[in-house]
């Protein structure tokens, strides 16, 4: 008989990620007393096990070993799969991060279950859960029905409230044996860009045409550095080769639902709405008061970009000395 | 080398998306199928380790006669046969359930890799690569922006969260492709020529081995119900010249919005 919720806790530089957290919390908040365990992956992690306990896990299952120093899908495919024997979970749940992205659904289709992915609502049906996602990059959305006895399901970073709504957790070693391990990863390269990852900012400054050069990036980043935000832009200056990929929103890029979403010159296509318009507050310069953007700003100012965000560097840095 | 390449139709990313009447689906009346913008990088990928290692390339999609066109275009840039992976019962599979036909059908090929996009545009569920991998008890890497290979070892370069992990395995591998990765050739007229010449294999449910094994019941998730997201509130368009635009902006994410 499956019961309870199992939580893959992803950890990373000897911390425990938030959107992790977010989703123990989600569990928590879900399970109407079944039993949470949370599971961490990795070498040396024992530490961490116990500020699981206050995201709501009951239990902590930790696999540290030398094997999980560095990510192999493989080894860490075992290791959930050992977990997932170990408390006969009805649900899985994993932040919906690349790493989670690469071993969940290898994981699934090894135990025969069905994964739902990059879920932002989850609703109760009696003692079902009905997990509402995007589609389309989010030009709708898809209310989705599980009939299975165990399930997957990876949540969007930043949607689901981070609560420490738990006590102590008991921690337990978990056996696994890795041994058919097929690639793994022989180095990290820290990317030259933003230091919050775009799809957990919770606040985005993004840029398009109406920045009119690469050489203008700067302007675009002291308003990131005022505000702690991190930097996007559309696909158009992406294509242009203004700026790398890993910063395009939208579709073919990144969907984000930060707090406060600032669109610098950007029109405003259907492929970069679709990207961003799940965002809290979206605010929308451009000097053409007909773009599209504007129907879907909450707080729209026409005029030059490059005149505009200056003034407004200035003042977020004023308002914050004021503070 | 033998390389296969997965190919998923989609609707054109220009879609402006509709509901059916049972809100189960979205409106294909008047929609453009093109393949996954992702998977043209898979498409471009397979191209060069052909030309680099030799060998031979073949692309598989699954779905109805929206694939036709999309296969052809694969053939078009120069893959050199083309498989059309086509039931009844293979409407509105999960993505478990079309990773087993995919698995079916790339099997017992001979295959040393495969090359897909790491999501396909609309589902959006980015497991099928993953899942793929598993029940052929293959390698994978996905999210790939960055691929070398020798025939026999690979090294990948992935893009995760702030940074890019250099993965090395053996082959065979299923490999997502990630924006990046390459830039896609587009078919030539040589190209287009030929490949309307070319024949498309297609393969059902039972010539597979699938049939009563994927589909009907044995679909674990499916879509209740689709919804449009919530419409916008009515926005502010602030007034006057830019430093009373921005001074009013900061006033109202201040206190109207509560997000500075």
Redesign the interface.
Known sequence: MSIGYLVFVESRGGQLRKASLEALSEAKRKSAGESVTALLIGSGVKALAESAGKYGADKVLVADSATFAD?S??AY?DALVAAVKACSPRFVFAAH???A??????????L???????VMELRSEGQNL?P?????????????????DL?FITLRPNIFALEEAGGSATVEDLAVTANDI??????????Q???V?L??AS?IVSGGRGIKGPENWPVLQSLCDA?GAALGASRAVVDAGWI???Y?VG???K?VSP??YIACGISGA??HLAGM??S????AINKD?DAPI???????????VL??VP??TE??RK?HEHN | MKIAVCVKAVPDTETKIALAADKKNIDFAGVRFIASPYDEFAIEEALKSKEKLGGETTVFSLGGAECTDVLRDALARGIDSAVHLNDADFAGLDTLSTAKVLAAAIKDGGFDAVFVGHTGSGGDNSQVPSMLAELLGWAQTTMVVKFETDGKTFKAEREIEGAHEIVEGNLPVVISAQKGLNEPRYPGIKGVMAARRKEIAVKDATALGVKGTVGGDKIKVKIKEMLLPPERPQGKKLEGDADTQVKQLVSLLRSEAHVL
């Open positions: 990510y899908t493989e495919a991060t690349a790493m992205r690469d071993f969940v659904p290898r994981v699934a289709a090894r025969d279950a069905p994964c739902v992915a990059d009905l509402v996602r995007p589609m389309y990059s989010g030009k709708c959305l898809g209310v989705y029905e599980i009939n299975a399930a097929k690639a793994k990863v022989a180095d990290v390269q820290a990317s860009g933003n230091k990852e799809s957990e606040i505000l790398d990929h890993q395009q579709q073919t890029g969907t707090q406060l259907i492929q318009s799940s809290k507050v979206i605010v008061p504007f129907k879907h700003a909450t707080y729209g100012l026409v005029g030059d005149e505009i003034k407004l003042e977020v308002l």
